[in-house]
């Protein structure tokens, strides 16, 4: 059974930054491709950034150069770092595989002055 429990959202002022992470159980993370993914009130979900299976990273125009996905194998955990964050970077972040009907509880992100 596949789970994914993301944490580290919060409140935060635009030029913050914040850490997510995403522990997962049931599937190895060193194995699997996994991707962050965000929804804003009223907007459809959307691809934030992925890591292969080898460490390789994507992320969407709208993040590069100030979000940055990475993963502990150790842990089986990915995380998202965000910088320099902006209001529109409000919405709910999930992790998920890249395959796969997974999806966790999300967490909230709002980036409010």
């Known amino acids: 059974q596949v789970q994914l429990v993301e944490s580290g959202g919060g409140l935060v002022q635009p030029g913050g930054s914040l850490r997510l992470s995403c522990a997962a159980s049931g599937v190895s993370i060193r194995l699997t491709a996994m991707a962050w993914y965000r929804q804003a009130p009223g907007k459809q979900r959307e691809l934030v950034a992925g890591?292969?299976?080898?460490?390789?990273?994507n992320y969407a125009d709208s993040v590069e150069g100030r979000f940055t996905i990475s993963r502990d194998t150790a842990k089986n955990t990915i995380y998202l770092q965000m910088n320099s964050l902006k209001p529109e970077d409000t919405a709910v972040y999930y992790c998920k595989p890249l395959v796969g009907p997974y999806w966790g509880q999300g967490t909230q992100v709002t980036v409010s002055s």
């Open positions: 890591i292969s299976s080898g460490g390789r990273t």
